[in-house]
């Protein structure tokens, strides 16, 4: 039978795959090598948070909204930006499965308050509308990349240390060499997948100007927003900026991802948007050709 780290791997490529199926069979490959870090992670995925551990990459930020049941939702204004600034952020709860489905809607995106913060926004209205926080599509798809990109790292991790089963087992060697190494795969810091073991070190990534990388974020939004790609390019653009907003909202975005898809906006942008759009967006992307 083949290896099944392997085939992890080769299922986190695999574009066909769904993350919620990737999940499944990262939960056979860390049950058999008994991480318990990785089955309480991935249980949150499948399933969902019910308790407050929830890993900083589901903390989003969206648009505070009034449900108006005419013109449907309409911006609530705050009466400082300090209460704005609170009032938009929320936490993803829903497991894997239910965001995938989110990421796919045309509807809009909301997360509610609770009935408590609900009445208390809405005795402030002069028309009470129920208050809502509004979402992109996009920042969902993000978390569900995100959780993608772990168990890709997790399997390359372990593939690089010729820890590869075969079939649906493991040696005792194997299990003895991931007992030794430290995984923190739902961090609540936030902290991207972290992989090592007594003798392992880590190289120095180059840092990265987050100030500049939201500016280019907006940018690219914005173009989105008001259809200036459209078609097959529009698609691709909208993809790596959902990679783009995963990596700010990580306290370790790596460099190299940020570099290559800037790269590849760049193509993009002069191949399939026009030589204006690529004009305006270049400056923001300079920092990150390099």
Do not use: C
């Amino acid at each position: 039978m083949a290896a099944i780290v392997p085939e992890l791997v080769n299922m986190a490529t695999d574009p066909t795959v769904s993350t919620t199926d990737l999940l499944r069979k990262a939960l056979v490959v860390a049950r058999r090598l008994a991480v318990p870090e990785l089955i309480e992670w991935i249980d949150g995925e499948l399933n969902g948070y019910k308790d407050s551990n929830i890993p900083a990459y589901r903390s989003l930020r969206g648009q505070l909204m009034a449900l108006n049941p005419i013109n449907g939702p309409i911006p609530l204004m705050m009466p400082t930006a300090e209460s704005s600034e609170h009032m938009t952020l929320t936490k993803a709860r829903q497991s894997i499965p239910e965001l995938a489905q989110l990421a796919q809607s045309r509807q809009g995106v909301f997360s509610f308050f609770s009935a408590e913060i609900e009445h208390r926004l809405m005795r402030g209205m002069g028309v009470p509308m129920r208050p809502v926080i509004s979402l992109s599509t996009v920042q969902i798809h993000g978390i569900v990349e995100k959780v993608r990109s772990r168990i890709l790292e997790w399997a390359l991790d372990l593939e690089g240390r010729g820890i590869l089963g075969e079939g649906m087992t493991f040696t005792l060697q194997e299990k003895q060499m991931v007992q030794q190494m430290h995984y923190h795969f739902g961090d609540v810091n936030g902290s991207q997948i972290q992989i090592g073991s007594n003798s392992s070190t880590q190289n120095q990534a180059q840092a990265v100007d987050i100030d500049a990388l939201k500016a280019l974020i907006e940018v690219l939004r914005g173009a989105i927003d008001r259809n200036e790609v459209a078609g097959e390019a529009g698609d691709e653009l909208q993809a790596e900026l959902a990679t783009l907003q995963a990596q700010a909202a990580s306290p370790k975005p790596k460099w190299q991802v940020i570099k290559a898809t800037a790269s590849s906006i760049k193509s993009v942008l002069e191949n399939g948007a026009g030589g204006i759009l690529a004009a305006q967006a270049l400056p923001y992307l300079a920092p990150f050709l390099g």
